[in-house]
């Protein structure tokens, strides 16, 4: 379970990715189209193409951790 504590900012895709992507992936979209740092304990959330799908990484401090959610 992610439990964020404190302030925190969340993140939201407007376009979609492909879900083959891992965390390193998506943690280069991160830095690469959004000009953000992956490891800054926000909260990004990426929509699968049908939008039925959603990707959620975030950095603990002590790793990232990608969580699928369908």
């Excluded at 800054?40 to 193409?49: C, P, Q």
Aim: proline fraction near 4%.
């Amino acid at each position: 379970m992610i439990s964020p504590s404190g302030n925190f900012k969340l993140y939201l895709a407007s376009k979609p990715v492909d879900f083959r992507k891992g965390m390193d992936g998506l943690a280069a979209i991160v830095m690469n189209e959004f000009e953000l740092d992956p490891f800054n304990g926000a909260i990004f959330i990426f929509r699968s193409k049908r939008a039925d799908r959603m990707k959620i990484i975030v950095w603990d401090g002590t790793g990232a951790l990608l969580r699928n959610s369908f």
